[in-house]
């Protein structure tokens, strides 16, 4: 693991990607691009913290030297995947979505299930920009989009607009 070097510029920009906690390679790779895009733009990436899509955006900024937040369902820090840079315990299981959406200011989604749909829900109700990448379809409020680049820049966008 790379030693921690971000430099994030301030007002700080928490950017949250949500999507399985399993998931398919090309959905890996995405997440991954993501996550690297995220740590190129000089933005935090928060995440439910586990496995599948939130390891691989992970492993992804902090390759690129970014800062990984990971809020956790349980109450143990050693949950998280080994790129959390932050590892949060929260100890409110499904409920920890909430608070994944609600720390960021933008929301990428990557493919997911049903946690994620649940999560695209609060993106939604909360007003946060919101752009989806393979993820559920058709969904009024959400951008879709083609590109982990374009994801990226569009989040980033969306997130810095809410600043001014």
Known sequence: MAAF???????AIAIAVI????????EAEQAAAVGRGIAEAGAILVCGGRGGVMA??????????????????GEERDEANPD???????GLGIG????????A???IAIGGRYGTLSEIAFALQ???????????PEIPGMVTVS???????????AAREQLK
């Open 19 to 26: 999507g399985g906690n399993q998931c398919s390679e090309d």
């Open 96 to 103: 920890r979505n909430l608070l994944v959406i609600n720390s």
């Open 5 to 11: 070097q971000a430099h994030i510029p301030l007002p």
């Open 56 to 73: 691989a955006a992970c492993k992804g900024a902090r390759g690129a030297g970014g800062l990984t937040i990971g809020l956790l369902p």
């Open 84 to 90: 959390v840079l932050l590892p949060i315990p929260t």
């Open 105 to 107: 200011l933008a929301v």
């Open 126 to 136: 909360l007003e946060k920009p919101l752009f989806g990448l393979g993820s559920w």
């Open 147 to 157: 590109r982990a680049e374009e994801a990226v820049r569009c989040a980033v966008r």
